[in-house]
Structure formats: C-alpha cells, structure tokens
C-alpha cells in the first residue's frame, strides 16, 4: 500500500476523497456539493465490515484497486493519511487490510486544522499546480476552491473541492459535472476489471453493453442451473448431504488437508451409518418411491466418487460383510 | 488471477447452507416448473441474506420482492413501488433536461453517444435488482457488487449440481448393489430366525 510518505502539497486534501465515497448511502441526486462526510462512514464502514464487499471479493491488492480508483499521478497524490484511510475504506479494503491504514491515520481534527492552515498559504502556488497539471489529470480531484477565493468555504466539511484544469469553465455546474463524471470513469475501470473481455473496449457505452451481457449470462446460468437441481431433485435424499457439501466446497482451495479433513468425514460418516445397519432396510421399503437411495448410500457414494475408485471398493466390501 | 480471498469462501459458505436448507424444505410434489422456480428464488434469497445488508441495495430489494405477505399489503407494495419510480423518472428527467451539458452539446455524436448510454443504463436498472431508484454512480457501485456475487452464486450451484449429478450416478450403481444386499439381508434373517 502506498505510504504517505510525501509532503501534503496540496491544501485541503482531507476532504476531496469524500466525493470518491458511495453516495449510495446517501442516495442523494446531487453530487458535487452534497454533504458527503456523513455518507462516508456509514457507506465505507459499512461496505468494509459485513462479509462480502465486492472489492475484496476481487482479491485485487489494495495499490492496484486504488490505483484504479484514483486515477494515475502518483506524485500529486495528495498524501494525507486520513485520504488514504478513506480510500481505503471506499474501496472497501477494511477487512483484509484493517492494519495498514490505521496506524496511519492522525487524528482528524489535528490533520483538518493543519490542512486548513496550508490551506491560506499560496494562492500563487494554486495557480502555478493548476498550469502544471494541464496535461495530466490529478488525482482524486485535490482540493482546489473554483474562483481561487472562498476562504471561508475551506473549513466547512460540506464541499467537494475539485481543481479547475487550465482552459476549461470554472463555473459550478461543469464542476460538478467533471467530479461526476470521474466517479463514473473511476467505478467503470473496476468493472472492466470484473466483466470478462472488457478490457479492450473503449466508451463507455460499448462497455456498458458488455456488463449487462455479462449480467444476463450469468443470469441465464443460474436459472440453467437451478433447472438441473430441479431434474436431480426428485431422486435425491438431502438429509446427509450437508457436512459433505461443505468440505467439497472448500475442497478446491484447501488442497491436500482437503483430502484429509474428507477421509475423516467419511470415516465419521460409516462409523456413524453402522451403527445401525438394520434401520436401511426397513426404510428402502417403506419409501414409495423405488428410486430414492438411502442417504447412507448417497453418503458413501459421494465419498467415493471423490477420493477415486480406490475409496469406493472398499467401503462396498465393508458394507456387504456387515450385512 | 484473482487469488482466493476468505470473503468469497464466507459467502459461498453462507450461500450454500441456505440453499440446502430451502432445498431440503422442497415437496417432492411440485412440478419440474415450479421446483425450478422454488430453487431459483431460494437461490436469490439465500445469495440476498448471505451477502448482508450492509454494503448494497440489492439485497434488500430481493428479499423484499419475495417476502410474502397479504394481497392487501402486495397491491399496497406495488403502487408504492410505481410512485418511487415514477418520482425517481421525473426527478431524473428534470435534471438531465436542465443539465449543462445538453445546453452546450455541439456534436451530434456525443449525443448520440449519450442517448445510447442512456439506453443502455435503463437495461442495466432493471436487470440488477433495486436497480430503478439508484443513479448512475451508484447503479454501477451496485452492479459490480452483483457481479461479484452472481460469480459466486454460479459457482457454488454448479459444484451442488455436479456432487449430485455424480451422486445419482453413482448411486443408480449402488441401487442394483443394494437389491442385492437387500436379498442377502432377508436370505440371512430368514436363516436365522426359522419360522
């Protein structure tokens, strides 16, 4: 992860993240200039927290995803700690990363009043960043106020600040355009990221049609699939089926411990099936249905499909010398 | 690729045990239609309270979508549903009609552009579920979450599918082996207890 190692050249950098934060939370139309400090905790923490955010999901490594989502110029990145602890959070890093950030972050009022501080020093430098910064696009919009005065504006949380690029309009309105439309810019890379074959496509509308054919895909699959699980349904007892499907989920990833947590399931399973091996056959009668195999014999077989032949044969020579 | 993070696993964990318990729940009296049917929004359900609430919006729309209830409370659902919509289209048509860009707009091309972006963001809402009340920015927060989990999702049933498919086979095998105990089990007891 990146290290905020270099000088806060930037004033203001605190709080220009907050327009890169969900507004989902929000759901506010407005973008630019709404509040979105209350947003942020509620939309980040939250994401980061519960099992399940999506960019954790991608497994991506942290610099890589905020690369991502704070579009290049590494060495205008405002870096204030606090802004990367939000980044952070955004993209929703808190669960694998919780360590990182933290130890990083200063306390916020101290790092907002050093900020605001820095904030009244130069406007000469301002205007010198914004011609040096025509070519390339800085990152996550550092915090620049639109007319160059408004100091008064700096300490309320409420602003987005966004740098006016040298040769376009400062007015509000195409600022807050810009600031939407680098969210959008920034939330389409990581779905190219996600949808397959999306990478070589350019615009954003051809790159939405490649998402919803991917959505719809995947869609159809899982109605394709729970149609086969209906087929196989009649005929199959789930009473057994739990513990099993639970290490055979894992099982890909865990390798060979696997293996071994399988061969002690399965060994469970058999000493637990002949205990009673009277109880089998009295319910192969009563059942109506002549196709429906008991769950010790599902058990077995599932076992022994999966350990390979080796396992089923002698599970079925156990079965018949105890009957 | 992507390396195996505990997240997935956690979720795909979640997921499967809630399709095992709708699945296990399911009569053996339903058609082929409606078993598919059962298993699918099982499916959607069970993917809807693994996920969480707490990141996205589409959980909650899936569980509120089949959540049951009364048919008061259904027709009182839909029309509250149909007013946020029409709501949302308005506000959304008086702020793109305003915008700045549609007043400065001097190639036809980003037009066109836009309109086809438009079109195809209408697809998308309705595709991801919750996805009609959202605006862009986080209607595209919302699908990649979905995507994620719908990869998930995909992964999990074909794995079900396939353990049972294998399990059916081979106990079809089993089956004709079983006849056989059974008949060595009634040789025995009747050998043993003569009447």
Not at chain 1, 76 to 95: G, H, K
Not at chain 1, 276 to 302: G, I, T, Y
Not at chain 2, 167 to 189: C, P
Request: contains cysteine.
């Amino acid at each position: 992860m990146r290290h905020p190692s270099q000088p806060p050249e930037v004033p203001g950098a605190g709080d220009d993240i907050q327009d890169l934060i969900p507004v989902a939370s929000s759901a506010s139309g407005s973008v630019a200039w709404s509040s979105s400090k209350g947003g942020e905790g509620g939309g980040g923490g939250g994401g980061g927290d519960s099992g399940g955010s999506f960019t954790a999901l991608l497994g991506l490594p942290t610099s890589q995803a905020m690369e991502l989502l704070l579009p290049a110029a590494a060495p205008t990145f405002p870096a204030d700690p606090q802004l990367v602890d939000r980044a952070a959070r955004f993209s929703a890093f808190a669960s694998p990363s919780p360590s990182s950030p933290s130890p990083n972050l200063p306390p916020p009022p101290g790092s907002s009043a050093a900020a605001a501080a820095k904030r009244k020093v130069d406007p000469a430098d301002r205007a010198s960043k914004g011609k040096s910064s025509k070519k390339g696009k800085t990152a996550a919009a550092s915090g620049e106020d639109k007319d160059g005065g408004g100091d008064g504006e700096d300490d309320k949380p409420a602003y987005v600040h966004v740098r006016a690029r040298r040769g376009q309009a400062t007015d509000s309105h195409s600022l807050a355009e810009r600031a939407r439309r680098e969210k959008i810019n920034a939330r389409m890379e990581l779905l190219k990221d996600l949808v397959p074959g999306c990478s070589k496509v350019s615009g954003t509308a051809l790159v939405l049609d490649e998402i919803i054919n991917h959505v719809q895909s995947l869609q159809r699959q899982v109605e394709y699939l729970s149609m086969r699980l209906a087929a196989v349904n009649p005929r199959v007892d789930f009473g057994g089926l739990d513990n099993f499907l639970t290490t055979e989920v894992t099982w890909p990833d865990m390798g060979v411990n696997g293996a071994r947590h399988l061969v002690q399931l399965q060994q469970h399973f058999w000493h637990g099936d002949l205990a009673h091996p009277l109880q089998p056959p009295s319910q192969w009668e009563k059942r109506a249905d002549p196709h429906a195999p008991v769950f010790s014999n599902s058990s077995s077989s599932l076992f022994g499909y999966d350990l390979a032949s080796s396992g089923a044969q002698p599970q079925t020579g156990k079965l018949k010398m105890e009957l | 690729m992507r390396g195996p993070c505990n997240n997935t696993m956690a979720f795909k964990r979640g997921f499967l045990g809630s399709l095992l318990v709708s699945l296990q729940s399911s009569k053996a009296t339903m058609s082929l239609e409606e078993r598919k049917r059962a298993i699918k929004s099982s499916a959607d359900v069970a993917m809807a309270t693994a996920r969480g609430v707490a990141g996205a919006r589409w959980p909650q729309a899936i569980l509120s979508s089949s959540s049951s209830s009364p048919s008061k409370m259904q027709a009182k659902v839909k029309r509250c549903k149909n007013i946020v919509r029409r709501c949302c289209h308005k506000r959304r048509r008086d702020g793109n009609g305003t915008s700045f860009f549609a007043r400065t707009a001097l190639n036809r091309s980003t037009e066109v552009a836009r309109r086809l972006v438009k079109k195809r963001t209408k697809v998308l809402r309705r595709m991801i579920p919750g996805g009609e009340l959202l605006d862009e920015i986080s209607l595209l927060h919302e699908a990649m979450d979905y995507v994620v989990h719908l990869h998930a999702e995909v992964d999990v049933l074909r794995l079900v599918s396939k353990a049972l498919q294998r399990s059916n086979a081979s106990s079809e095998r089993f089956a004709s082996t079983a006849q056989l105990k059974e008949g060595t089990v009634q040789v025995s007891g009747e050998s043993e207890n003569p009447c």
